[in-house]
């Protein structure tokens, strides 16, 4: 038990102590901090017709609560769902699969991490709910109570959940990170739409939200005297001008049977790692993968004559960028599966063949979002593959490499929004046309300067996740591609926006070339 | 071709130097780096490299201050990092002609360079198959191969003999040598046999300071006549190391044949005729 116990901490330690993991819990900082809008917000965050809670404990408890269940476990499945990844491409993993541990501990004790580490952003939203509840204070006296009890039987089964899933997933899916995310954000939305009635079916919402929002959907119907509230709204919603009315909300007793089942969906979690164990690769996944003796390069033992220096052909100098571009834009095409270009060829048919704004409005995020794993590598990659020695000693790898590396990824994206471009074009909508390539510039340079400061993928992965959700949700706010109506200035601040991160993306780089 | 490293300092934090005050003046031909880990060699060969910056001192190449201006030095390049990486879905070729591209290099004289020099490297048959399927030892000939494609005038190898068998070992330092004959070569090792039989010059370091410097004969002359060989008994080896530095041990029946270095020998012992590993060992443990 001692030495289990000891993994987790280790791992634990080893995924917390990163760069990236601190800006991630800055991130989270910032994003709690929005959670209860200042009194004076023009957005809202939990609001059930016109109607938002007075200020007091429970609302600050329940509503933190219930948001950070939901954004945390669809956010948070992309934070955790490399462990075992990691495990495989450290090498570590062969080691484990040396060792005395059973595939059950190895998976119990990566669901753990993936727990605690979410227990973590966890702590840090909740310690910010109490910061927000005495700065927004309406008065109202601190019950710590109030706080605990949501957070304890909506948010930490629900994440418990989640680190399972995110297991379960990575040994179902291995290294197809690309269907594990788009699967997992599938089935988040199907669980999203489940609308409980009674007390039974409240206890088969994994997030154990729904409890809450029908309670306060409830005491809002009473107040207006109404059957249907249909204007409950979860989420960021800007420009709410109008002013709230307030009702009291004072926490829920929540019914004996979803206790219970919060813990049973703890249990249902440990079975379900309990059965998949079995199925587990235990590192042995090349040989899972690969034919080795079709792939398998062999050691040819009979040698070839020697070099003789003097006899090579000289080559010549060639600073065109046009060699690396090649090379770019190979490692960018070869980078996922061959079949993910099937979906990018059907994407480009749906863009040239849907309604112009389903193509621009929804098919194109979509579409470029699945190229987030070409993308969030494009500045890192030679972190990742070890091979920042050779581009970092390269002639010139600021003006020539690094805008080589940002011209391949813009041309992709380009590329694949080529049949909408053309489209818009062809209907003279010069400014849509440049919206959508000044947002192919846009991304590009913000998975750059994201893989630059946090030195790794998945800052830049969950942010682009959060766009393209947003988007497909109708937030105008976070349109970088001019899919929604927008006033005259908006290209004006896109453009800027590029700018800055096309300035900070230069800057980053110089400065790691200055070692 | 002359490469001044004067004055060399790089400082991690108050009290820890990866290098310190670290001065050499490198010319044509081939200076073996030895030192054990940690002895900042690496970081030495990096700041040569124009991959990291000293935070004191400067680095002169042909009169060229490398550090205001550190495309020279990358225009004449060949380096070969200790521990390097590879795009694993490309194949050799298409890596080396990223590398060039990345270098400056190209015209039609690169595709000929590129596959005579993967012939020299016994990498021809394998040159169109993904890097990803390497063994380590090919992995390590790719890099050596992408230090070569520019026509190097300062080549620096950082531990280019990890994962090469004894044959690949061979047929290396005789590439070594051959690129001596035209230019600045660095060889850097804690395996002195790497070095020994090639190196012109001999450079050993230690705690990121430089101990000593010149040719294998000066070196070796500072502990002549110092270094013998005799036979103990296994329960006499922990008071024999307290009194002598051990250079090797070999077991024999019940006894142990201990090669060492001292200014007072054992009566029974044999003088023994010096060598670089000696040298260096001695050096390293006084220091």
Redesign the interface.
Known sequence: MKSFIKIIKLDYLQRTRSYSFLITLCVSLAIAYTFVPEPNATYSTIRIDDYVGYYNSAWFGYVTAIITSITLSLIGFFLINSGIKTDISTRVGQVVAATSISNFKYLFSKVLSNFLVLITIIGIVFIMSIILFFLYNDGFVFEPLQFIKPYIFITIPSMFFIAVLAVVFEIVFGKYSVVQNCIFFFLFLGLMQFTPKNNFQYSLDIFGTKIVMNELENTVKKIININSTENLSIGYVLKNVKKAKKFHFNGISFPTIYLLSRFIWILIGVGIIAIIAPFFHRFNVKEKITKPTKNKVSIVKEFSKEIELINIPKASLNYSRFPLLKTELLLLIRKDKKWMWIINLIGMLLLTLLPLTIAHQMVLPILWFLQVNRLSDITTKEITNNTHYFSFSSFKPLSRLLVTQLYSSILLLLFLASPLIIRLVINTNFLLSFSVFLGGIFIVLLASVLGMISKGKKLFEVMFFMITYANINGIVFVDYFGGFEHNQFYPVQLSIITLILGSACFFIRNYQLKG | MKLEIQNVSKKYNRNKYGLKDFSITIEKGILGLLGPNGAGKSTLL??I?????PTEGIIILNKNNILKDA?YM??Q?G?L?Q????????NAV?FL???????????P??K??IN??L????L???AH??IG???G??KQRVGIA?A????PKIVIFDEPTVGLDP?ERV?FR??IS??AN?CIVILSSHIVSDIDTIADKVAIMKNGTLITHGNQETIIKKIQGNVFKTSIDKTQLADFKNRHIIVSTSRKNEKLNVRYISSQPLENSIKKETNLEDAYLYLTKIN
């Open positions: 990096k700041m490299a124009t991959v990291s910056k495309n990358r225009k390049l380096f990092p521990d390097f990486g590879v795009y694993p879905n490309l298409e002609e990223y590398m060039a591209a990345m270098k400056g290099i190209g015209g004289n690169l000929p360079r005579q020099i012939e020299g490297l016994n021809l048959d394998a198959k993904p399927s390497y063994s030892g090919m992408q070569l494609l520019n026509n044959e047929r005789n590439l051959d690129l035209d």
